[in-house]
């Protein structure tokens, strides 16, 4: 029987489908929704609707049971969004629904739902060569960058101010770091002290930083100093800056053993999802011819 045959927009049921959508993409009830929007959702509605009318009546679904304890537990999930259930009935009621009809609309998407957790049981195994294949060929997902414990002084240039003019902040900047000397132990004072960024209340610090997040300048600059070290002055919009590389943390890359189960997880996940929608493609297919 075709979507058209069952007229589903005269079905409670299908009021259902039409609120799940308007709430999943507008977070409204259809009564507020645009005439746009209405739209938009009816062609949604129609479209899961129809598909789980098909599932349901698949030889799939023969066998699949919902117990009258699982149905209450969904039902009450639903009421227990609401401040009473007079409010509850009433939401319901302006929806198109009612308990009743809600009762069978969350006992169709129960057994939908242990129709597809059916067939994903058929997919295929994850076997050790599929998660060693993963590995290796995502190395990104299993590797913890380079990152740098790092500390900065800021002067900023404003030529409004005499202290801030271009050379005035030279020479101030010039003079902090001939005082730090290379002498990193100094150097959360000085900022604390000196620094015009707001940083300079905990000492200048910047955090673990990874390649990329700072100012190009800058970055490029921390990325090639030695743990310990004092830069010499770098220039960005900003002003006028120097950094301290307080502790390198190298890159780290988590052992496939460790890696092991999240891929088997991912994987079985994915060959399940595979398995669904070519069993719902096949469906779909046989319906409409």
């Not at 009816?42 to 899961?48: D, M, Q």
């Not at 009421?79 to 319901?92: M, Q, V």
């Not at 000196?194 to 990874?210: F, H, I, N, Q, R």
């Amino acid at each position: 029987m075709t979507l058209a045959e069952q007229q589903p927009e005269t079905l409670p049921e299908f009021n259902y489908h039409m609120l799940r959508n308007a709430l999943n993409d507008y977070q409204k009830n259809l009564s507020q929704l645009e005439p746009m929007q209405y739209q938009e959702i009816y062609r949604k509605a129609s479209k899961s609707y129809e598909l789980e009318s098909l599932v349901i009546a698949s030889p799939e679904a023969e066998g699949v049971v919902v117990s009258q304890e699982q149905l209450d537990r969904e039902v009450d999930e639903v009421a227990a969004r609401y401040g009473n259930r007079d409010e509850f009935i009433e939401d319901l009621e302006g929806n198109g629904l009612d308990e009743s009809s809600l009762r069978k609309a969350l006992y169709r998407e129960l057994v939908f739902d242990g129709v597809m957790q059916r067939v994903a049981a058929n997919s295929a195994d994850v076997s050790d060569l599929d998660i060693h294949l993963f590995y290796e060929m995502h190395h990104d997902r299993f590797s913890t960058p380079e990152t740098r414990q790092a500390r900065h002084i800021l002067v900023t240039i404003n030529p409004q101010y005499a202290e801030n003019t271009p050379a005035a902040a030279c020479q101030h900047i010039q003079q902090l770091l001939e005082k730090l000397a290379g002498r990193g132990n100094r150097f959360e004072q000085f900022a604390k002290r000196y620094s015009e960024c707001p940083t300079a209340m905990e000492g200048g610090k910047l955090g673990d930083v990874k390649r990329g997040q700072l100012y190009q300048e800058l970055d490029g600059v921390l990325f090639n100093m030695q743990e310990g070290e004092i830069s010499d002055i770098v220039e960005t919009e900003l002003g006028l800056h120097i950094l301290y590389c307080e502790k390198i943390k190298p890159a780290k890359r988590l052992p496939l053993s460790k890696a092991y189960p999240r891929i088997r997880q991912h994987l079985q996940e994915r060959h399940q999802r595979n398995c669904q929608k070519a069993w719902l493609a096949k469906l779909q297919k046989v319906a409409h011819t």
